[in-house]
């Protein structure tokens, strides 16, 4: 009973802090673009902080001395919306690829506009794909990483989905970065579940994955192969 308790609190809180944070994204909208993604982060900064207090769920990080200076792609597999929100406080600015259609939700959609990710349209995969590579490629240039979860859909823990190559795509054409990225969240906050079990979350940041002279293939290849051994090493 008091796991629902605490994590019935936790809902809420989160609720309305995207209300109580909507005039703040609001007032940072005319700001540069990887200004106003910082200060939108804040309010993943809170909701961290806030399941940690509600929920005693914590995440602790390895590999932070794997990110590069200079912005590229991260391609991090899927489990739970905590690494949508968590993501935010570990890494610098960063652009988001996600289907336009969420952009259209109170308060939260609203936010996610403001921070000028890369909205897709998934009815054709060729319109997606092209957008994904101009968006990303201006995002990059704006000094922001671009945020990619190639799976495209939640994933239970110590399973990994297919790897769209879209990403990988983007990393060659724009001559960029790839850092893979492993987490466990899915043991803790359910792709499906309303509960949040107490615990440590773990995080993985691999070698940066230098596209140069590789295909998108071949680093499509590298990176979803170093995220399903770190993943499949994770307890169960």
Known sequence: MLIWIRSAVFF???AISSV?????????????PILRSRIISGWAHFVVFWLRLCCGLTHRVEGLENI??????????????WETIALQTIFPAQAWVLKKELLKIPFFGW??????????????????LDQLITQGIDRMQQGRWVVV???GTRMAPGETGKFNPGAA???TKAAAMVLPVAHN?????????????????????????DTTGKKAREVNTLAREWVESVSQNFDQ
């Not at 969240?185 to 994955?209: D, N, S």
């Open 12 to 14: 809420v809180g989160m």
């Open 20 to 32: 109580v944070f909507w005039p703040i994204t609001m007032i940072a909208w005319p700001m540069k």
């Open 68 to 81: 590069p200076d200079q912005p590229g792609v991260i391609l991090c597999n899927h489990q739970s919306a």
């Open 111 to 128: 936010g996610l506009a403001a921070s000028q990710p890369i909205s897709i349209d998934r009815s054709t995969r060729m319109k997606a």
């Open 149 to 151: 979860f190639p799976e």
């Open 169 to 171: 795509m983007l990393a």
């Open 185 to 209: 969240a899915g043991l803790f906050w359910k792709r499906r579940g309303f509960l949040k079990y107490p615990g440590e979350i773990v995080v993985k940041i691999g070698q940066p994955i």
